[in-house]
């Protein structure tokens, strides 16, 4: 069945450090795939979203490249800053099913 | 702009007594969704449905009912509360199959 793997943190930098989280994937067809981010006592919010194979869905400063190839989906930020401090969580969709699937999120912090 | 409502915020249950969490969207969307939030373990979907008077069973439904009366409403019944059944629960929408989720503020019930 489908499945999304990210990998496990907590994942601790300082601020203006590079942010790489990794994310991947196993799904039949041509899925849909996003990213979501999780303030403390919040619920998610739609970072970005890509739809097709090298589509680069990018706000706020986050990017991340549909890799049909590497089925990858990883989130990078050039420059974190204290404020970006959340849960991130990488979800795809498989047109006919009706359902999300998300992986078990990444917790990030920043240091000042 | 409400977006997803969700009541209550927190509750305390005693063990099989029962409740019902409520959720509402105005965002005319039809597609709806019940997840719980366990510590380091993701999202998973209890129930999901896909316009009013049609629901399906997700990844994890016993213990729990739901109904779609409107278009609006989405609301969880659990009728013998259990320990396990302690967790955050988040309601979500999106307007068509694959959009983006939009994602309530969640409740934090635990069973003791």
């Known amino acids: 069945g489908n499945s999304v793997t990210q990998m496990e943190g907590p994942v601790t930098l300082s601020e203006e450090a590079f942010l790489t989280i990794n994310c991947t994937y196993t799904?039949?067809?041509?899925?849909?795939l996003f990213w979501y981010v999780q303030y403390p006592g919040e619920g998610l919010q739609l970072l970005l979203k890509?739809?097709?194979?090298?589509d680069k869905g990018s706000n706020k400063g986050f990017e991340a490249t549909y890799r049909k190839e590497t089925t990858s989906f990883h989130l990078e930020k050039g420059s974190v800053q204290v404020s970006d401090s959340a849960v991130y969580f990488c979800?795809?969709?498989?047109?006919?099913?009706?359902?999300?699937?998300f992986g078990t999120g990444t917790r990030l912090k920043v240091l000042a | 702009n409400a977006g997803v409502t969700q009541t209550p915020k927190f509750r305390i249950l005693k063990i099989g007594q029962s409740m019902t969490l409520q959720c509402a969207q105005d965002?005319?969307?039809?597609?709806m969704y019940w997840y719980r939030q366990d510590p380091g373990m993701g999202l998973k979907l209890i129930y999901y449905?896909?316009?009013?008077?049609?629901?399906d069973k997700g990844e994890v439904p016993n213990g729990y009912n739901v109904s779609r009366s409107t278009t609006e409403d989405f609301p969880l019944r659990l009728e013998l509360a259990a320990p396990s059944q302690t967790s955050v629960y988040f309601c979500?929408?999106?307007?068509?199959?694959?959009?983006?989720?939009?994602f309530g503020d969640g409740t934090r019930l635990s069973i003791l």
């Open positions: 979800a795809l969709f498989t047109s006919g099913t009706y359902k999300y699937i």
């Open positions: 965002m005319n969307h039809n597609y």
């Open positions: 979500a929408s999106s307007s068509v199959e694959g959009q983006p989720q939009h």
């Open positions: 890509a739809t097709k194979a090298d």
């Open positions: 799904a039949t067809g041509y899925p849909s």
């Open positions: 449905s896909v316009g009013a008077g049609i629901t």
